[in-house]
């Protein structure tokens, strides 16, 4: 039987961040199709229902056209098993992407080679970095009229402060595009198109040196444009690439396939495997020791006819069996999981096991929250993921007082899955909390989810807060008797101080000396 640290050795656990129609899906397809999960291309994506691709399932994301809900897609590729970890490409759920790249071992960046860098995702880019999660770039659309290469590299490097380091780099120029050149191998890999890309694209591969690329337009530039990366000694770097300093890009398009093998070979070759994951105290959890994972996604309702709540788990260490009891380490009590499954869309099929770097959906799991630990012992408790330092803060209250009950619950619930962060005033309680939220669409999926999921019908009501703090006990009453201050309290017991702005806020630090007012999450203002 294979062991779980081999089994791990085999695995690739990978993201993709984008800005909404940079091509995400339709890379994600591609590399479906590459890994032989579906036959032919628009099997996932059909073209006019394209808005309810495999993890699109919400009807509010079908709605809005965004993809809220991350999903985790196995597929194989040469002999290994890759696992695609999806994220939300809008900036108000990038807490979310922020969730799965605890999860991930490497994220693949996809940006649209006319646009670039785009403002909305920077925040989900900049997420990456501080989780220092390995980047690999994928410049797409280049089948179509865009940007030089050189200048996009440019914007990389400025933007997002990370070293571009080309593995290929296209021939042709944006709109009629040839093929690209492996830097590594010195090979010109020349493509030709199928219709809409709904097969492997085909390739020829030709050593540069010694090919006639005359009569293909931009060959004589692409060769120049090579020569000066390789005066920069612009390559590939793992150290700096492992520790999310430099980024290997890639040049393709996921419509046409153009370049989609050999992003999907750098996933095997250049992306780590699952590795040890290091405890609360900096402890590595052996690979092979018994089993342990994390929920990074916790999620409710999946589908109508169930309405149960599915946690995402990342299996750490040991072997997952379907069945077998784990402990929830918060609780200490043990935990079934018959009811295990992966999900691919909206289509659940039963996982009898799993190694490090897979993920697990485990239903029914009500006590479980985003970041908790299970594991078979020996104990093991993996650090928590952070929360984000919400930005954006409304009133809420149900409108229908005979609905108290489900409104209460349904906000435990968000709260618990992470959809919204709830505060509340301890003498108060529930009666009118205050939700916080990093992005506007936040308060929109949470009052949808009230009403439809929990028939609680809400009404939101401006908060007069810009800015959060942490504080605690001794802080609180001072801080309670300012103007405009109200300290309120996390589900995780975090006393959170809200101020109107952050003027107001450095006025009172510099008025006041001695209160406890820390950032929310480490490393942010
Ligand atoms: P997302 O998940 O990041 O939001 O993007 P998605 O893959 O849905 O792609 C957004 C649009 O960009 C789609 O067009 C898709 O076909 C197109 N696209 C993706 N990759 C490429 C590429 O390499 N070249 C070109 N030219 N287009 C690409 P759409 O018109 O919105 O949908 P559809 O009708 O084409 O499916």
Redesign the pocket.
């Known amino acids: 039987m294979t062991s779980p640290s081999e089994a791990a050795a085999s695995r690739r656990t990978f993201a993709i961040i984008?800005?909404?129609?940079?091509?995400?899906?339709?890379?994600?397809?591609k590399f479906l199709l590459y890994g032989g999960a579906i036959s032919e291309a628009g099997a996932v994506?059909t073209?006019q229902g394209?808005r309810s691709?495999t993890s699109d399932w919400m009807e509010m994301e079908q709605k809005r056209g965004i993809?809220i809900t991350s999903t985790a897609l196995q597929f194989r590729y040469r002999d290994r098993v890759l696992n695609l970890l999806d994220t939300p490409?809008h900036r108000d759920f990038s807490e979310d992407t922020y969730r799965v790249l605890a999860a991930t071992d490497a994220a693949i960046m996809?940006l649209?080679a006319a646009k670039g860098i785009e403002p909305q995702t920077l925040k989900l880019f900049e997420v990456c970095r501080q989780r220092e999660v390995p980047l690999l770039t994928f410049i797409?659309?280049?089948?179509?009229p865009g940007r030089g290469p050189l200048e996009l590299l440019d914007e990389i490097e400025e933007q997002l402060s990370i070293r571009p380091t080309p593995v290929t780099w296209p021939v042709g120029i944006p709109g009629d595009f040839h093929g690209v050149v492996d830097r590594r191998t010195g090979h010109f890999v020349k493509f030709d198109r199928t219709d809409r890309g709904s097969r492997a694209a085909p390739e020829e591969i030709h050593p540069v040196a010694g090919f006639d690329g005359s009569d293909l337009s931009g060959w004589s530039e692409a060769l120049d444009e090579l020569e000066l990366l390789d005066a920069i000694g612009a390559d590939l770097d793992a150290k700096s690439f492992l520790a999310g300093e430099s980024s290997p890009v890639f040049f393709?398009?996921?419509?046409?396939n153009?370049g989609v093998r050999l992003l999907l070979d750098a996933v095997v070759d250049v992306a780590p495997a699952p590795a040890p994951r290091p405890d609360v105290d900096d402890r590595p959890r052996a690979l092979d020791a018994p089993f342990s994972g994390f929920a990074f996604k916790v999620q409710a309702n999946m589908e109508k006819a169930h309405r149960d709540r599915v946690a995402f788990v990342r299996v750490c260490s040991g072997r997952f069996e379907r069945g077998m009891s784990v402990v929830h380490e918060p609780t200490g009590r043990p935990f079934s999981t018959k009811y295990a499954h992966t999900v691919f869309g909206s289509d659940r099929s039963t996982v009898e096991e799993a190694y490090p770097g897979d993920v697990v959906g485990l239903v029914n799991a009500g006590d479980v929250r985003v970041g908790d630990t299970l594991y078979v012992d020996p104990p093991v408790r993996f650090p928590p993921i952070p929360a984000f330092a919400p930005e954006m803060f409304r009133r809420i209250r149900t409108t229908d007082t005979g609905r108290f009950k489900q409104f209460r619950r349904g906000l435990e619930q968000l709260d618990q899955e992470g959809v919204i962060q709830v505060l509340r005033d301890d003498d108060v309680g529930d009666v009118e909390p205050v939700l916080a939220a990093v992005g506007a669409l936040q308060f929109e999926v949470a009052t949808h989810r009230l009403e439809n999921e929990f028939g609680a019908p809400v009404e939101l009501r401006a908060a007069p807060f810009n800015v959060a703090r942490r504080t605690d006990e001794e802080s609180m009453a001072e801080l309670r008797r300012l103007p405009g201050v109200e300290v309120l309290r996390r589900r995780d017991g975090t006393l959170l101080a809200l101020f109107e702005s952050e003027f107001y806020l450095q006025r009172i630090e510099a008025e006041k000396e001695g209160l406890t007012l820390l950032p929310i999450l480490e490393g942010q203002p």
């Open positions: 984008s800005h909404p129609d940079a091509g995400k899906t339709t890379l994600t397809e994506k073209r394209r691709a993809s490409g996809v649209d797409n659309k280049w089948d179509r393709g398009s996921a419509l046409t153009f």
